[in-house]
């Protein structure tokens, strides 16, 4: 199971920390990035970590904004967004990958989102 929770509404220019809880894999062993999905919209990749940690990837909308963490003891996930915009509106996931790089193939293992909405 994945769950993610933290979202909420903010104003532009505000901070939100998102968390993903992970069970039923080994944390460690699977990169894992978020998604989002705005109203309308196909899902879209943000940002992933790699196995372990050592390396992050972000799509360039959010770069400087956006910190993805784990803490693998815990099998958490988390993304913490600052100097949001109105295009950053969308419901949230989580979700392990094959590869962390910008490709975004995942094993099609998805949990609840949680709904970002940033008000202008």
């Known amino acids: 199971q994945l769950q993610a929770y933290g979202g909420g509404l903010v104003q532009v220019g505000g901070s939100l920390r998102l968390s993903c809880v992970a069970s039923g894999f080994v944390f460690d062993d699977y990169p894992i990035g978020w998604f989002r999905q705005a109203p309308g919209k196909e899902r879209e990749g943000v940002s992933c970590i790699s196995a372990g940690g050592a390396s992050t990837y972000y799509i360039d909308s959010v770069k400087g904004r956006f910190t993805i963490s784990a803490n693998s003891a815990k099998d958490t996930l988390y993304l913490q967004m600052n100097n949001l915009k109105p295009e950053d509106t969308a419901v949230y996931y989580c979700?392990?990958?094959?590869?962390?790089?910008?490709?975004?193939?995942?094993?099609?293992?998805w949990g609840q989102g949680t709904l970002v909405t940033v008000s202008s």
């Open positions: 979700a392990p990958l094959v590869a962390c790089g910008g490709t975004w193939s995942n094993w099609n293992y």
